[in-house]
Structure formats: structure tokens, C-alpha cells
């Protein structure tokens, strides 16, 4: 399916560039969840590193959204699409239940309260725009929405704005010295 959904993406990527209009393309793979259907040739990338079959299976899922978020980011060069391309790349939550992978040493799997359950990764790029760099403040998914709003440069008036309870990224993405104050994020 991450084959077949990037794939698609690029697709129609490619015909919103000929009619030169701005758009958001966003990609939901299902990878990497249960059922855990690999191509072989991804589980074989795995195999003789673990010792459960199922972590090579999950492994050579991750591998296979590697490669296609690879081949997406060469189109969008070859494309001359790169630089006025924000990319974001995000996962939903913790590491799965049920099968011993790497979890950074963080107390918990998905569905717990705990870090391990809870804590996920999130890469913003845009070339020329964002520059490389670790950040450290507390975010959250509640965020992506006032930051996208403020990165399109759309207004968004006090009613919609009592609706989100998220803040903007763009001093952190814009500054990794800018001020953050710390905060309590309910899940």
C-alpha cells in the first residue's frame, strides 16, 4: 500500500504543478501497523539482524517508507518542486505493542500513558526556508494546525482561534533560540 499511496501522491503532485496551483498532499500510510504484510525483499533487509520474525517484518515496513519518502523527495527536486515545498514527515504514537523493537529506552508501548506510548517524531523541511536543526520544546499534534495556518499566511479570526488549544512552530522552526515557555500537554 506505501508503494502504491506515495506513488499516487506523485501523481497527482505532478498535475497540480502543470496547472501551477499551490497544494497540500497528504500522505496517511497504514505502514507500520498490523497486519504486518512486507514485500520480501524488505523483510530480507531485517532478517539476519533480529531474532522475531515479526521486528523484521515491522523493520522492513519502515524501510519501505524510507525509500518512498527517498523517491518523493527526488521528484519534488527533479520536479523544481523542493523549494516551495514544505515536507513534513510525522508518526501517530509510541512503539507497537506485542513486538520487541527499539523504543529509546522509554517506559511504555502505544495505548499507555508513558513516554514510550506517547512520544513521536516530527521532521518539518523546507529548503531555504527552515534550517536543520534539533529541537527540544514540548510540542504536540495540536500544533500543526495554528502552524500551517501561520505559514500560509491565512487569518485566522479569534473565534476559529478559541477552537485549537495547539500553538504555531514557526518561532521554534524560524529560531532554535526562540522563547518557548514549557506547558502541560493532556493526551
Known amino acids: ?38 514485500r520480501p525483499e524488505d523483510e530480507a533487509r531485517y ?24 523517491r518523493l523527495l527526488a521528484f519534488l ?22 513486538t520487541s523493537v527499539h523504543n529509546a529506552g522509554l517506559r511504555g508501548s502505544k495505548g499507555s500513558p508513558w513516554m514510550g506510548g506517547i512520544k513521536a517524531a516530527s521532521f518539518w523541511r523546507w529548503p531555504g526556508k527552515i534550517a536543520p536543526r534539533d529541537l527540544g520544546g514540548l510540542t504536540a499534534h495540536i500544533d500543526v494546525f495554528p502552524t500551517l495556518v501561520e505559514l500560509a499566511g491565512a487569518k485566522a479570526d479569534e473565534t476559529l482561534q478559541k477552537q485549537w488549544d495547539g500553538r504555531s512552530l514557526v518561532p521554534l522552526l524560524e529560531s532554535a533560540l526562540a522563547p518557548w515557555p514549557d506547558r502541560r500537554v493532556f493526551t
Not at 527536486?77 to 506485542?98: A, I, Q, S, Y
Open 47 to 70: 532478517a539476519d539482524k533480529v531474532a522475531d520474525a515479526k521486528v523484521a517484518k515491522f523493520y522492513g515496513m519502515i524501510a519501505n517508507i524510507d525509500d518512498n519518502v527517498g
Open 1 to 38: 500500500c506505501t508503494d502504491v499511496f506515495f506513488a499516487r501522491a506523485q501523481d497527482w503532485m505532478a498535475a497540480q504543478a502543470e496547472k501551477k496551483q499551490p497544494f497540500l498532499c497528504w500522505i496517511a500510510t497504514n505502514a507500520p501497523h498490523a497486519p504486518l504484510q512486507v
Open 77 to 98: 527536486r527533479e520536479k523544481d518542486l523542493e523549494r516551495g515545498t514544505l515536507g513534513v514527515f510525522m508518526h501517530d504514537n509510541g512503539c507497537p505493542v506485542g
